[in-house]
Each structure stands twice: as structure tokens, then as C-alpha cells.
């Protein structure tokens, strides 16, 4: 074969290596071009659905955990269940408080705002209450505000519930209008 034909990719005639149309055939001699373009797509492809954006961030923790979400770690430095020592505020019979020092500090570049109202607990009856308003004996409650950069915040958040529940979780919820919690900690 001449050093200036090619072979037919359709009907194996001999043609001139510069055509694009089998003079024979009438068809097309497409080049590589169509499966590189194939093989480009099919790579983002590929990419594109193994990547999945990253890792999931998880939505149940142990007390013992420090939760990091939009760079502001939570922390539960402290869990106690007591009948109180203020004569004042007691629990009702078969009931106890729940006494939970939370901890956030704030990582990120951005002033961040909290609020009790952000946090709920769950016990084994799957009941969601909203926190007391109230807390025991000289704690600092964890109140609402808002953090600096780098600033942390330390306060008591109180629950009255069913003496000796083992189940009880505390959730976060970024957003008070859902339905739906951001985290929660399971409480040993």
C-alpha cells in the first residue's frame, strides 16, 4: 500500500489518506476526534458520580464527642441528673433534672449567634421538649447571644425528665423553623 492511501474504515477499500469521504463507500472517515470527545465525557462522568461532594457530615454523636459544624465545635463537658438542692424547685415524684454544660466555640472568621432555643432533648418515650426556664441552685445558664471569631461560651442547660431514662438525647437545630435536627448527642 502507497505511502499516501489509507484503508477504508466502512468497506476496506483502498482510498487517499487525506480523504474524509470513502469515494467508494460515501461514507465518512471520522478520526479519533469523536472518541476522544466520548472518552472526555465519559471522565467527568466518572468523576462526577464518585465524587459525592465529600464526606457526609453525621448527625449522632456520644456526649463524650465534640461536634464540629460551620467550623463551631459543640461540646457536652458535663452531664448530671439530680433532685435539686433548692427548696423552691423540685422535680415532680418519679421525675429528676437533667443538667447539661454545654460548651461552643466558635472556629470560624464569622460572628455566629446562639440560643437555647436551639437545642431540645428527646427521651425513650420520644418526646422533644423545649428546655426549662430555669436553672439550679448558683449555675450559669447558657443563655442566647452571639460569638466572635475564636470567642467560646460555657452555660447549663436544664430538663426535668422521667427518673432514670437512659435514653435521652440532646438535638441541635441550626434552624428553628424545621422539622428537621442538624445534630444531637446521646446522653449516657
Same mark, same amino acid.
Given at each position: 500500500?502507497? =505511502? ?12 487517499? *489518506?487525506?480523504? !474524509? ?17 466520548? #472518552? ?11 465524587? #459525592?461532594? #465529600? ?9 463524650? =464527642? ?23 424547685? *423540685?422535680?415532680?415524684?418519679?421525675? +429528676? ?5 454545654? *460548651?461552643? =466555640?466558635?472556629?470560624?472568621? =464569622? ?7 436551639? /437545642? ?8 422533644? %421538649? ?8 448558683? %449555675? ?7 460569638? +466572635?471569631?475564636?470567642?467560646?461560651? +460555657?452555660?447549663?442547660?436544664? /430538663? ?27 446522653? !449516657?
Amino acid at each position: 500500500m502507497p =505511502e499516501n492511501t489509507k484503508i477504508c474504515k466502512h468497506c476496506q477499500s483502498e482510498i487517499p *489518506k487525506k480523504a !474524509k469521504v470513502c469515494p467508494v463507500c460515501r461514507k465518512k472517515q471520522g478520526g479519533i476526534l469523536k472518541f476522544v470527545i466520548l #472518552g472526555i465525557i465519559a471522565l467527568i462522568i466518572l468523576v462526577v458520580a464518585t465524587s #459525592g461532594g #465529600g464526606e457526609k457530615f453525621r448527625t449522632d454523636y456520644n456526649q463524650d =464527642e465534640v461536634v464540629t459544624y460551620q467550623d463551631v465545635n459543640y461540646s457536652i463537658t458535663k452531664v448530671e441528673k439530680t433532685q435539686g438542692d433548692n427548696e423552691y424547685w *423540685k422535680p415532680a415524684e418519679g421525675s +429528676e433534672y437533667v443538667k447539661i454544660t454545654l *460548651k461552643i =466555640e466558635n472556629n470560624s472568621d =464569622e460572628k455566629i449567634s446562639y440560643n437555647t432555643l436551639d /437545642w431540645q432533648m428527646v427521651n425513650a418515650d420520644g418526646v422533644e %421538649d423545649s428546655i426549662g426556664s430555669f436553672t439550679l441552685d448558683d %449555675d450559669v445558664s447558657l443563655s442566647a447571644g452571639d460569638l +466572635e471569631p475564636k470567642g467560646k461560651v +460555657e452555660g447549663v442547660l436544664v /430538663w426535668e425528665q422521667k427518673k432514670g431514662d437512659n435514653n435521652l438525647r440532646l438535638r441541635y437545630y441550626d434552624n428553628i423553623f424545621s422539622s428537621d435536627y442538624t445534630f444531637q448527642f446521646t446522653l !449516657k
